[in-house]
């Protein structure tokens, strides 16, 4: 099989990189089935571990109402809390929101009467 070099684009910064006919004999030895996505320098910028960029996503604290940001995306049904109040709930000391006709409780614990799940 004859390869000849392609001109590709980089997914990170943009620009234009060659992919030789060296790198595609490799790759089709290798029975990769995707071209490269990166360039050289990108390449290596994620093998040393370079920043990483993660994602915010500003919403409101499920427990005081707060706007803030969170380093992921939150998914429906489960309580967002701002940075103070996830160290109040990891110390125990904050009171979860309150159902309509039930009382607060403490992060982590059950309402007298009920029973935890998976007991």
Do not use: W, Y
Request: aromatic share 6%.
């Amino acid at each position: 099989m004859e390869f000849t070099d392609k001109v590709l684009k980089c997914i990170d910064c943009g620009s234009d990189f060659i992919f030789t006919a060296g790198e595609q004999l490799f790759f089709h030895d290798k029975d990769f089935k995707n071209d490269p996505k990166r360039c050289k320098q990108c390449k290596a910028k994620r093998a040393n571990g370079g920043p990483r960029v993660r994602a915010e996503t500003r919403t409101k604290c499920s427990a005081c109402g707060i706007e803030t940001t969170v380093p992921f995306r939150p998914t429906q049904g489960r309580p967002v809390l701002c940075r103070s109040c996830f160290q109040k709930a990891q110390t125990g000391q904050l009171l979860t929101p309150a159902t309509p006709g039930s009382t607060p409780t403490p992060a982590g614990s059950t309402p007298a009467g009920s029973t935890p799940v998976g007991t």
